[in-house]
């Protein structure tokens, strides 16, 4: 089904763009390209094609979300330029 001018008008009202005659005139066109493509790539026979998830083979590549041990408060503050009270002191942001 093909868009018309009138469907792109109503589109165009509730995402409450402003298009010229020209501008709708050529979204029209876009529109109805894009669809004969998607019509096109829906007549493909996809029946040998496994179904994905994803395009890439990637399974979850995070790691365990597992408590381990970290730096003492020490070792974290002594290459810190600038420290005090067990805190990094950095320059102010806000005024």
């Given at each position: ?59 979850n590549v ?34």
């Amino acid at each position: 089904m093909p868009v018309t001018r009138d469907d792109l008008q109503k589109v165009a009202k509730l995402a409450r763009l402003r298009l010229t005659e020209p501008e709708e005139t050529r979204l029209v066109t876009d529109l109805n390209q894009m669809l004969e493509y998607v019509a096109t790539l829906g007549e493909l026979d996809t029946s040998h094609v496994e179904p994905t998830a994803h395009v890439l083979p990637l399974a979850n590549v995070f790691r365990p979300d597992e408590p381990t041990q970290s730096l003492s408060q020490e070792a974290a503050l002594a290459n810190a330029p600038k420290s005090g009270h067990g805190h990094f002191r950095v320059p102010k942001v806000i005024d």
